[in-house]
């Protein structure tokens, strides 16, 4: 056995662009007129679309490894050349061990059978034998915590019973080699720490695992290694957190590129931290937040305004120059307005994206947004949750007995258990 | 726990592929059995309607044998007999199977495009499986048409010997054709509407309401069509109680099992495409 679990060699593969021909109606008359139209064929070549190049990589047994990049970056596509279930154009996969993807947990389930059904039917399909999944079963109904709707046919599920249960018969494939895509989004969030949980569980017994994920935090919490991907290359690979590092400082396209055009406009918009890093911070860390504004005609009572955004897309913070107390200001054509926000990242680990715009604060008149313009990554030493990081600490606890009669009840052993509670747990 | 082994397939021999994909299709056996049992379970959940479904299609075939009976023995002037209904009868079970899994087997792909797209595992498991709950149908009907063959009193001799073999027979082109009318409706979605059409027509060629002796020497024609020797066969050995025309049957050994090693061979030369064409 080679140490080696997954080897992707050179892969190339090419998809068309354009029309398909699905039906032989269509097909037809196109073969037929492509008999005296020969140019349509030396115009095929443009239509060629290389989802991925060149794409070379080694997963050590026992690794995490994870695939990272833009929608369309082509990622899926390494999955399912992967996975097998599309071919490469050239180029060649290699794949030792047995084999076991977790694309999309509720692909296989039919609405008219039962939760208990489902679990046997998606359990064949991810590959697990009947007895395997009876052997699981009891696992597989307590992991998923719908044991009472088990027995009722799973059309009548909400949606995220439906996809915590396909989670939960996915997650209890032991394969020696695991593609992850996308699924750990599902349920609640007790849930999702769950499935976090049970991922972390997976690599511990030493299951190489691929995952793919626009979640960076599971990303470079789960996995020892990434790669990069844009258009299809690799742009970067080595250790996850700097890769994830270099992702999140990738230049990018705005959403709003009117800012060439408007009359004020902002021109640049940049993050810094304490070592001039721009993409991984500590809670509580500060950082500065640099923007430019560009005037083309003379504007008055301008006022700049940041704001960060969690990756749920709600505001967590929101400021302006104005509010802040530093009054608006006014630009002559040609002038640039260039100010810097000291904040502190007073906020839990997660992915935050900041984001600016520049307004005329009486008449509510948007000149220019820059949204997303940069994203960052927060990480916390505190096991803490939620949107803000209020560092908490414990600094007193004690266990003493109820006072007044409503908190002693009649029952002895119930007493008994109140006082054997252990301190740590602090339930007072 | 079967998962997906290694990708072998560089280089080597037609007949090694061959051997590693049956391999691997027993592999995953337990899938088939699920996809059956889903099927099955899935039509019979109301079960008089399952029943019924299983029951109607043979049912409405041996009564429309009736009337195409009734009019030739008007028109010949001989009498119509119990035999002929019985003859109908034990022909339209396996008719209404090749159908109804030739039908499943076509669409089988195309409803079932999220797994197709999303997960591994060998995907002729589809048509097969529509072809395995099909069976489980003309078992259903079967004994619909025994009772009646008992009440009739056909009675039984050792050329019943002969209906397992008949019955493989018919498995083995049905399987062939819905494998390969399952992928090519992948690719071209309107193939469901050519196969509709002919398998509506398709009853029309095939000796299921008529007996070939009925049209005379010209009905030998008819038996080129590779499934009416496998019916005549039925209708001999059940209810003529004698053995098939034999070399009319090898002929259509023959196809069944050319057209199972082309039709596996034409959908795993196909498969590797099927997620990106779907």
């Not at chain 2, 009319?248 to 023959?254: E, G, P």
Request: net charge neutral; with cysteine; aromatic share 10%.
């Amino acid at each position: 056995m080679s140490d080696i679990a997954v080897r992707a060699d050179h892969i190339y593969k090419k998809f068309r662009k354009g029309e398909i021909y699905n039906s032989l109606r269509d097909l037809i008359p196109t073969l037929t007129g492509r008999l005296f139209r020969q140019q349509e064929l030396s115009r095929r070549d443009d239509r060629d679309f290389w989802a991925l190049q060149d794409l070379c990589f080694e997963v050590k047994r026992g690794e995490a490894f994870g695939l990272i990049g833009e929608n369309g970056a082509g990622k899926s596509t390494a999955l399912k050349i992967l996975s097998r279930i599309m071919r490469p154009s050239k180029g060649e996969m290699v794949v030792n061990g047995r084999l076991s993807a977790l694309i999309e947990v509720t692909a296989g389930f039919h609405p008219d059978l039962t939760g208990r059904e489902n679990i046997f039917l998606h359990g064949a399909i991810l590959g697990m034998g009947r007895r395997e999944v009876q052997s699981k079963l009891e696992q597989i109904i307590d992991f998923s915590g719908i044991e009472e709707f088990i027995d009722t046919p799973v059309k009548r599920y909400s949606t995220g019973m439906f996809a915590r249960l396909g989670f939960s018969v996915a997650a209890h494939v032991d394969p020696e080699v695991l593609i992850v895509d996308e699924v750990l989004s599902v349920g609640d969030y007790l849930f999702q720490a769950k499935c976090v949980e049970r991922m972390k569980e997976v690599i511990r017994k030493g299951s190489t695992v691929l995952f793919v994920s626009h979640n960076l935090k599971n990303i470079s919490e789960f996995c020892d290694r990434c790669l990069m991907l844009e258009k299809g290359r690799t742009v970067a690979m080595g250790p996850a957190q700097e890769v994830v590092s270099a992702y999140l400082q990738r230049p990018r396209k705005y959403l709003t590129e009117e800012g060439a055009t408007a009359e004020v406009a902002i021109t640049k918009a940049k993050i810094r931290g304490e070592d001039g890093q721009s993409g991984r911070f500590k809670s509580g860390d500060t950082v500065w937040f640099d923007l430019e504004v560009t005037a083309r005609v003379p504007c008055s009572k301008l006022t700049l305004s940041p704001w960060m955004t969690n990756e749920a897309n709600d505001i967590v913070f929101e400021t302006t120059t104005e509010r802040l107390g530093y009054g608006s200001f006014s630009l002559e054509a040609g002038e640039v307005y260039s100010c810097t926000f000291e904040m502190r990242l007073n906020v839990t680990n997660g992915l935050y994206h900041l984001s600016a715009l520049i307004y005329r604060h009486d008449t509510q008149t948007v000149y220019d947004e820059w949204t997303a313009v940069a994203t960052i990554y927060v990480s916390s030493d505190d096991d803490v949750r939620g949107t803000a990081h209020c560092f908490p600490k414990v600094i007193h606890q004690e266990i003493r007995p109820a006072s007044g009669p409503s908190f002693i009840t009649t029952d002895a052993d119930a007493a008994g258990q109140l006082t054997e509670l252990p301190g740590t747990r602090g339930r007072l | 726990m079967v998962g997906i082994g290694p990708i072998p397939r560089r280089n080597c021999p037609e007949e090694l592929i061959m051997r590693e994909e049956l391999k691997e299709l027993y592999q995953y056996r337990e899938l088939l059995y699920m996809f059956t049992y889903r099927d099955i379970k899935v039509r019979y959940k109301q079960s008089i309607m399952g029943l019924l479904w299983a029951v109607l299609m043979p049912a409405l075939i041996v009564s429309a044998g009736v009337v195409v009976r009734y009019g030739y023995a008007f028109a010949s002037g001989k009498p119509l007999n119990v035999g002929d209904v019985a003859s109908v009868a034990v022909k339209s079970v396996p008719w209404a199977f090749l159908v109804s899994s030739i039908r499943f087997a076509c669409n089988s792909l195309v409803t079932n495009q999220n797994l197709v797209t999303k997960v591994y595992f060998p995907k002729e498991i589809f048509p097969i499986g529509a072809v395995m709950a099909s069976l489980f149908d003309m078992v259903v009907a079967s004994g619909a048409v025994t009772v009646f063959l008992l009440v009739e009193q056909t009675g039984w001799s050792v050329e019943l010997a002969w209906v397992p073999l008949l019955l493989a027979i018919l498995v083995f082109q049905t399987l062939g054709i819905g494998m390969i009318v399952s992928a090519a409706s992948l690719f071209f979605r309107d193939v469901k509407y050519i196969v509709e059409v002919l398998l509506t027509f398709g009853i029309f060629f095939t000796p299921v309401l008529y007996d070939v002796q009925m049209l005379g020497d010209k009905g030998k024609w008819l038996l080129l069509n590779p499934v009416a020797p496998v019916l005549e066969g039925f209708s001999s050995c059940i209810v003529r109680h004698q053995p098939p025309d034999l070399p009319w049957l090898a002929y259509s050994v023959a196809f069944g099992f050319t057209s199972l090693f082309a039709g596996f061979i034409f959908f795993k030369h196909l498969e590797p495409a099927f997620a990106e064409s779907i």
